[in-house]
Every structure is written in structure tokens, then in C-alpha cells.
């Protein structure tokens, strides 16, 4: 598809827009779109598209242009396409480009190190434990504690074991 | 069920809704935009199963190629999901709450994209919901992340936490003494952003503004809410100062008189003369010049915007049954 508005390029930026309740859809080449002060999906964020990929071109040497870029071996997204579209292909992209990416990612976010949540802080939901199983660890622990003379932890977790026990012949 | 924005809120008179949303990715699967509409559909069956396998009753689940534009659009007018994602079908899903609190959207730009919507200033509340949900998903899922660089999002702009809060302020008073521009450079000085809600421009539609965290990298997701906490306080503060001098004057009294005397009476409203009016009369309650709930007007402002006229009321298909219908509901809301 040809761009809208100079008839020249291919279109390859397309626009939704929802004005007073109706659905306009525009496609534009890169040049008419950013000439047009259309910036697609950085908009929201109030990063300016050109400003963006300017920052993101300033860290690509001219040499490592078209053809020669490294993929990434998962989805096959090469830098070049992550330059041009503003997009990562996938979570493994970060990892294969991740020296070529941090200049900007620090440009965006003036800082290059996580911190807040963690997939590992998320609390694992443990299956609940049969009092079997409960007391099957117990006794291993006291085996562990009374091969290594720790025989107060062993007395501790005896008791543990009784209690358990013990609630088990109530019921 | 009674939708979440028909309650009123947390410093209600100004602020309208508090909104968390939580980007995340699944890390076997590629990016949506590198995803076909079979891959994307595989994406949104494994998080579809981990939702109804933890009994999340009242979420219904809705392919996006299943509704009409209009239902579509009146989607994105609530907030409950993006404009972008309103255009979207084969292979988009939408995941939402009885009371529409909750949403997730399915394969917009990233995998999930978590949204809890609470009435008034709630930023807390609203985090602790989506945290929850997040940590039951995040449970089932392999989620994209590394230690370096948090959550992997298919647009840098979210690294992080990949959390974008908001808050929505109505703030006529501010905008009426030329502060907005002022305002709107300072917050970004803080690294947060300002803008309209409905609509962009110089001056948005209905004097409703969105102010959200800009920076998702090296920051907490309780330092960033804790500081756009503090800034709309600030800006609620400055908002009621500006509104006490307004109402003063005869002018700007007349002004507001005069809105709620067409709301009451017009035959034909549109949009954007809806807006304007409503906003004129949401400073008249909110300081006690009317008597009127302002849940009433957060309601109305919520539901005559146009796609969500025209999916209330299948007749009110064409521009001017709309203005008619607008018109009718509005009297009807306000005698």
C-alpha cells in the first residue's frame, strides 16, 4: 500500500485514531508520518518517535546497516529491525542485543538497573503438604540432627512428630 | 453489579479514577507484533487457563474479533482498554471483571497488559489488586524478566516494573487560570507525565487530565507510586485554592448557572459541548454550589461519550440521534 499522503512511499506506518466516536485510519510512510508529527507507539509515553529513534541510531555505527545485522536465534529479529521499528522481537532479543540496547534503554530511563519486583519475589504457592508428608520430613530432619549431635533441634522435631501424631489418633 | 466508577472516591471532587496497569510477557513466545493470530491465540489459551483455573469467577472472556466496532470503542471511551487494542481482532482477547475494575488485555503490544481501575484517589489499593493477580499468574506463567533489566516489555519505553499508574483529575479551576501549561512542565521535571484524558490538544475535552509515571527503570513500584501520590495531592491542593478564587467571581458564576441551565433544557448535545458544560457544573458541585452527587456527573461523563451512546442505545446511530439521546439522559439525570 502506498503511503496516503505523498503517493510515493510504501505506507508503513498505520494510524488508528478515534475521533468523536468514529474509527479514522490513516497509512503514511515513515518520512510523511513523522513530518506529519505522528508518532506511533512511544506517543502515549510522551517520548517523541524521531527523538527516539535518533537516540537509537546515534549508538549503530553506519557499517552494521542492512544485510549484515545479527539475528536473534530465537525469533530471527535482526538489531536493525529493533532500530527501525522501535519494537523487540521477544524476551530473547534483550539478551542476544542487550550491550547494543542498554545506551538507549539508559537514554529513556536515565538508569539501567531493575528494582521493585522480582519474578523470584513473587511467593510460590506450595501444594498444601498431607500430614504423611509432613511428618515424613520431619523424621528425616531428626535423622540429619541426631547424625550431626544437634540432639536439642532432634527433641524439638521429635516433639513436632508427636504432635502430629498424636492428632492424627484423636480424630 | 454496580460499575466501579459510579462510586465515589478519594478525594472525589477532583479526582476521578486511580488506574494500575501491569505489562507482562510470556517468555517461550515471541512479542504480539512478531506473533501470527494462531500464535497469538496459543498465547491468550495458556493465560485464559491460568485465569479460570484460579476460580476468577466473575472475569468474563471476550475475543475482540466477537464485538462490534461500536462495543469496541465504548471499550476504549471507559479506559478499560487502549485505542490501539479497540482496532484489534483475530488473535486480541480482553479478560474483564463483573464490575469492570479489572481488565487484561490479550496480545495488545505486550502478552498481558493488567488493569485495575478504582474510583478516587486509590493507588495503593488499586496496586495491592494487581500485584495479587500478577503473583497468581506470574505463579503459572514463565514470565519475561531479567535481573538486570526487570520485566521484558516489546517497547523499552516499559522496562522495569513495567507499571504505568495514573490518576484522573478533573481540574477546571487550574486550567481557567492558564496554569495547565506551567503544571504540565513541572511534572515532567518529576518524571511524570500530564495529560489530556479525553482527547488531546491544548485543552482537553471536559477539563479531564491523566497524569501518570513516565519511568519504569530503577525505580520501585511503591517509590513511583508514592511520588505521583504526592504530586496529585499537590495538584488537588492547588486545583481547590484555584476553584475557591473562581467561584468568587460573579463572571464565572454566571458561567456555571448557565451550564447547568442548558444541561437541563437543550434537545441536542454533542460531545464536546457535553463536555464543556459538564466540566462547568462538576466545579459547581464539587464546591457546593449544586446540589448535585458527583458520582452523577463522573457517571455521565463516563457514559455520553459517543460509541458508548450508540452501544446503550442501538438507535442512536447517526451524530444527531446521538445529540438527541445525549441531550434526553442528561435532563432526565438532572431533574
Known sequence: MLCQNCGKNEATTHIKQIIN???????????????????????????????????????????????????CPKCGTSFDEIVRDG?????????????????????????????GKTVASVPVQPKAETKEEKIEKLKAAMSEAVASQNFEDAAKIRDEIKALEGGESNE | MSKWYIEKGDQGDIVLSTRIRLARNIDEFPFPAKLDAAGKNAVNSAIRTVLFENDCKDFSYIEM?????????????????????AAKKDGSALVISEDESVSIML?????????????????????????????????????????RIGYLTQCPTNLGTAMRASVMLHLPALTRCGQMARLSNTVSKLGLTIRGAYGEGSQPKGDVYQISNQITLGITEETAIANLKSIVLQLVAQERAAAAEIIKKPAEEDKMFRALGILKNARLLSTDEFMELA????????????EIPIEKINELIVSMQPAT??????????????DAYRAKTVREALE
Not at chain 2, 279 to 290: E, H, K, Q, T, Y
Open chain 2, 309 to 322: 451512546v450508540t452501544a446503550a442505545n442501538e438507535q442512536a446511530d447517526s451524530p444527531s440521534a446521538r
Open chain 1, 87 to 115: 519494537r523487540v522481537g521477544c524476551a530473547d532479543c534483550y539478551r542476544t542485543f542487550y550491550d547494543k540496547l542498554l545506551p538507549s534503554i539508559q537514554r529513556i530511563h536515565g538508569k539501567i538497573k531493575h528494582s
Open chain 2, 107 to 147: 496480545c495488545e503490544e505486550d502478552h498481558i497488559r493488567l488493569q485495575v481501575m478504582k474510583a478516587g484517589l486509590a493507588l495503593e489499593e488499586a496496586y495491592d489488586i494487581a500485584d495479587k493477580l500478577d503473583n497468581m499468574l506470574g505463579a503459572k506463567l514463565n514470565y519475561a524478566f531479567d535481573e
Open chain 2, 279 to 290: 466540566s462547568l457544573v462538576r466545579l459547581g458541585a464539587a464546591r457546593g454550589i449544586f
Open chain 2, 65 to 85: 474479533k466477537d464485538l462490534s466496532r461500536v462495543q469496541a470503542v465504548s471499550l476504549a471511551e471507559r479506559h478499560l482498554i487502549s485505542p490501539e487494542f
Open chain 1, 21 to 71: 466516536g468514529d474509527m479514522a485510519e490513516s497509512h503514511l510512510c515513515s518520512d510523511c508520518a513523522a513530518h506529519l508529527g505522528y508518532s506511533d507507539m512511544f506517543s502515549g509515553f510522551g517520548l517523541n518517535l524521531s527523538e527516539f529513534f535518533g537516540g537509537f541510531l546515534g549508538d549503530v555505527k553506519p557499517a552494521v546497516t542492512a544485510g549484515k545485522s545479527p539475528r
